[in-house]
């Protein structure tokens, strides 16, 4: 079946370090793919997605390229914040209405 | 953009006793929705997917009496926990899907004293 597996954490990074969490996925078919953002104690909100290939999606600085041939989707951000101490899932969906797989999550904290 | 409301966000119950929570979409119609359980520092596991007017399909492992889902209508999916162990702790969260699309629900914290 379909799977997920994304870098494990925590990560922890000093303020404007440049950030990268490796996701990497299995699917028979063509998923989208996502990640979402969970603050302590909070639900997830999506934070960016790509639906096909070489396809970027991008949010809050935050950026990620579906890559086909590495089966790839890994997260990017250029100057990471405090305030971007959270967990994030990488997650795809072969279908809209499907449920979603989701990644191990990795937790990243940001220290000033 | 859609937005999806559980209530409650968090409660707390005795063991033995049930516990019903809501999942509803509020400004679209919501053809399929999802609960998801989450264990603390863990990922988001499928419990099992509502269709409006029909029975819910649940994941290998779940116990379908004891985690009694309904979808009466297409705003509207709840989930009621029945004999509430202390192991049926956890993060609860429902997604709601219109076509292409899915959104989540804060989450509702369970506790089972």
């Known amino acids: 079946g379909d799977s997920v597996t994304q870098m494990e954490g925590p990560v922890t990074l000093s303020e404007e370090a440049f950030l990268t969490i490796n996701c990497t996925y299995t699917?028979?078919?063509?998923?989208?793919l996502f990640w979402y953002v969970q603050y302590p104690g909070e639900g997830l909100q999506l934070l960016l997605k790509?639906?096909?290939?070489?396809d970027k999606g991008s949010n809050k600085g935050f950026e990620a390229t579906y890559r086909k041939e590495t089966t790839s989707f890994h997260l990017e951000k250029g100057s990471v914040q405090v305030s971007d101490s959270a967990v994030y899932f990488c997650?795809?969906?072969?279908?809209?209405?499907?449920?979603?797989?989701f990644g191990k999550g990795t937790r990243l904290s940001v220290i000033a | 953009g859609a937005v999806v409301s559980q209530h409650p966000s968090w409660v707390i119950c005795k063991s033995g006793t049930s516990v019903k929570i809501e999942c509803r979409s509020l400004?679209?119609?919501?053809?399929?929705m999802f609960w998801y359980r989450q264990f603390p520092k863990q990922s988001l596991m499928l419990m099992a997917t509502?269709?409006?007017?029909?029975?819910?399909?649940?994941e290998q492992g779940v116990e379908k009496d004891k985690f009694l889902i309904n979808h009466a209508s297409l705003t509207l999916s709840t989930l009621t926990v029945t004999s509430a162990h202390p192991e049926d702790s956890s993060f609860y969260i429902c997604?709601?899907?219109?076509?292409?699309?899915?959104?989540f629900g804060p989450g509702t914290r369970l506790t089972v004293t």
């Open positions: 790509a639906t096909k290939a070489d």
């Open positions: 509502s269709n409006e007017g029909s029975k819910a399909t649940y």
């Open positions: 400004d679209f119609q919501a053809t399929t």
């Open positions: 997604s709601a899907s219109p076509p292409n699309e899915q959104y």
């Open positions: 699917a028979t078919g063509y998923p989208s």
């Open positions: 997650a795809l969906s072969d279908q809209g209405n499907t449920p979603l797989v």
